[in-house]
């Protein structure tokens, strides 16, 4: 029994493993908001998101702390495909989520954009 729990990894190792990703599908002149309940989660996290559908496409990024939400960093990209999207989430306090925001402008096709959150090691 000893050499058993020796060998297996400890809660706080596995909890340190942290990752979100979710393929959001964005109907013509519409927007997807993906919500990221962070309760308890003290750390630093990557937020990327990343899309081959035709633009334009609006990216936001927003802290949500009780009933406010905050902008932390939006961009819209004009791009035949490629679309890139990168900001970091800081939640020093742990008190705070995470909404990420997708508005695709196109009238003609639906946007396929994946949507993912990693945690950064704090050096």
Known sequence: MALLLLGAPSAQAVDKAYLYYRDANVPPFQESREFFNMPNRVGLYEVTLV????GPLTFRMARVHEELETTLAQ???YHI???EFH???DNRVALDDLIVEIANSNPLSTAHVSVIVVELARP
Do not use: Q, T
């Open 75 to 77: 961009l819209r990209s």
């Open 87 to 89: 900001a970091r989430f």
């Open 51 to 54: 899309s081959d559908s035709v």
């Open 81 to 83: 495909g490629n679309h």
